[in-house]
């Protein structure tokens, strides 16, 4: 059974720093694209990171890059998104998600990935 858990969420104050996790079973990540996306409350859901299980390539939106890094660790099946640099509107649930055959163009449209976590919750707030 295909099956992706976020962890890592909480509560942080604005400039402070998390680190997300999604570990994936059921199948391997090495195989597939993984992205990270965040939905605030009233709002669509936003692609904000993705990497390639295989070659390790990486996106990220404008917004989070030089705050964001994306990496994964293919012996322990996980992707971790280290967020550092936390901003108010940074604010979101976020979830990661697999997918496969891909276009570049459609890497950050959630309509592209099968499986999804149940998402962890990110709060920056002073």
């Known amino acids: 059974q295909v099956q992706l858990v976020e962890s890592g969420g909480g509560l942080v104050q604005p400039g402070g720093s998390l680190r997300l996790s999604c570990a994936a079973s059921g199948f391997t990540l090495d195989r597939w694209l993984i992205g990270w996306f965040r939905q605030a409350p009233g709002k669509g859901r936003e692609g904000v990171s993705v990497?390639?299980?295989?070659?390790?390539?990486?996106y990220l939106i404008d917004s989070v890059k030089g705050r964001f890094t994306i990496s994964r660790d293919n012996a322990k099946n996980t992707v971790t998104l280290q967020m550092n640099g936390l901003k108010p509107e940074d604010t979101a649930l976020y979830y990661c998600?697999?997918?496969?055959?891909?276009?570049?163009?459609?890497?950050?449209?959630?309509?592209?990935?099968?499986?999804w976590g149940q998402g962890t919750q990110v709060t920056v707030s002073s």
């Open positions: 990497i390639d299980g295989r070659s390790g390539l990486t």
């Open positions: 998600a697999a997918g496969s055959s891909i276009l570049p163009l459609n890497r950050l449209s959630p309509q592209s990935y099968a499986y």
